[in-house]
């Protein structure tokens, strides 16, 4: 009974073989940092026990299916560095124990304000949202202010110890596209093991987001790192961020801030 299939740091080529869909146990499947190209495997919405999908790096394209729905027990996609693209699928909203979103690096649109956040601001287990350098526009949205995760602690007997089998490779506070993203030695600087190792974080940096820093803001008192940089951000930066006692990296460089800078 196969549980987990890894075979990242390689050199595969070509497509992403058929045939996820056969594994009526499998919970992990990493396949990153290789040459795969081609569509994502359709069959893998049938996979419906999977918790893990890791394919960053690699040469992907098309689009992020709306059958994605079909995994829910689903916790860390990670489909960065690739070239999907298109809107996010709103269902991804139903996805209730997913923790991680690693979308980094990709070409997907969508306009995180209004109504479409309903499905990333009432996840009640996401706390690592990694949406940087993709071609998002729109408002910052106030409902993501509220995610569960980032504003009330859990309680001590509540905090996810999860091990993760296969390490997940986390965004270090220093950018990955300044770095080299896929060199061995720069990725195992930033596993983890541990789900409750992560730093809550939120990386929107490289898109086009644009109007105000809304002051709810404020309200994530759990969150570890903001980066906001490289958008069309154009108001102060409000006062209520001082609120953001755990905070330990603030990145709003490359926008068109103005004001003082309040010193707390």
Same mark, same amino acid.
């Given at each position: 009974?196969?549980? /987990?299939? !890894?075979?990242?740091? @390689? *050199?595969f080529g070509g497509n992403i073989s058929p045939g996820l869909g056969n594994?009526?146990?499998l919970q992990v499947f990493r396949a990153g940092y290789n040459n795969r190209?081609?569509?994502?495997?359709?069959?893998?919405?049938?996979?419906?026990?999977?918790?893990?999908? /890791? +394919?960053?790096?690699?040469?992907?394209?098309?689009?992020?299916?709306?059958?994605?729905? &079909?995994?829910?027990?689903?916790?860390?996609?990670?489909?960065?560095?690739? !070239?999907l693209s298109n809107m996010l699928p709103i269902d991804i909203g139903k996805?209730? @124990?997913?923790?991680?979103?690693?979308?980094?690096?990709? *070409?997907?649109?969508?306009?995180?304000?209004?109504?479409?956040?309903?499905?990333? /601001?009432?996840?009640?287990? +996401?706390?690592?949202?990694?949406?940087?350098? &993709?071609?998002?526009?729109?408002?910052?949205?106030?409902?993501?202010?509220?995610?569960?995760?980032?504003?009330?602690?859990?309680?001590? !007997?509540?905090?996810?110890?999860?091990?993760?089998?296969?390490?997940?490779?986390?965004? =270090?506070?220093?950018?990955?596209?300044?770095?080299?993203?896929?060199?061995?030695?720069?990725?195992?600087?930033?596993?983890?093991?541990?789900? =409750?190792?992560?730093?809550? =974080?939120?990386?929107?940096?490289?898109?086009?987001?644009?109007?105000?820093?809304?002051?709810?803001?404020?309200?994530?008192?759990?969150?570890?790192? +903001?980066?906001?940089?490289?958008?069309?951000?154009? =108001?102060?930066?409000?006062?209520?961020?001082?609120?953001? *006692? *755990?905070?330990?990296?603030?990145?709003?460089?490359?926008?068109?801030?103005? !004001?003082?800078?309040?010193?707390?």
């Amino acid at each position: 009974m196969l549980l /987990a299939i !890894g075979f990242s740091f @390689n *050199k595969f080529g070509g497509n992403i073989s058929p045939g996820l869909g056969n594994y009526l146990k499998l919970q992990v499947f990493r396949a990153g940092y290789n040459n795969r190209s081609g569509l994502l495997p359709e069959d893998m919405y049938d996979a419906t026990t999977l918790e893990q999908i /890791a +394919l960053p790096v690699n040469s992907l394209y098309g689009v992020i299916s709306d059958r994605i729905i &079909n995994l829910t027990n689903l916790t860390v996609p990670d489909l960065s560095s690739n !070239g999907l693209s298109n809107m996010l699928p709103i269902d991804i909203g139903k996805l209730s @124990n997913l923790k991680f979103m690693l979308l980094h690096t990709n *070409k997907l649109r969508t306009r995180i304000t209004g109504s479409v956040p309903i499905w990333l /601001a009432t996840l009640p287990s +996401l706390f690592y949202i990694n949406v940087s350098v &993709n071609l998002i526009s729109g408002e910052f949205p106030k409902e993501l202010c509220s995610l569960p995760m980032l504003v009330s602690r859990q309680p001590a !007997g509540q905090v996810d110890h999860e091990y993760l089998e296969f390490p997940i490779f986390a965004q =270090s506070q220093l950018r990955a596209e300044s770095l080299e993203y896929n060199s061995l030695s720069y990725t195992q600087s930033l596993q983890y093991n541990y789900v =409750s190792y992560f730093p809550p =974080s939120i990386y929107l940096h490289n898109n086009s987001i644009n109007g105000n820093i809304p002051k709810e803001i404020g309200q994530l008192k759990l969150l570890h790192v +903001l980066d906001l940089g490289v958008n069309n951000f154009s =108001s102060s930066i409000p006062d209520q961020i001082s609120n953001l *006692k *755990k905070l330990e990296t603030l990145d709003v460089s490359m926008n068109h801030l103005y !004001g003082n800078i309040q010193r707390h």
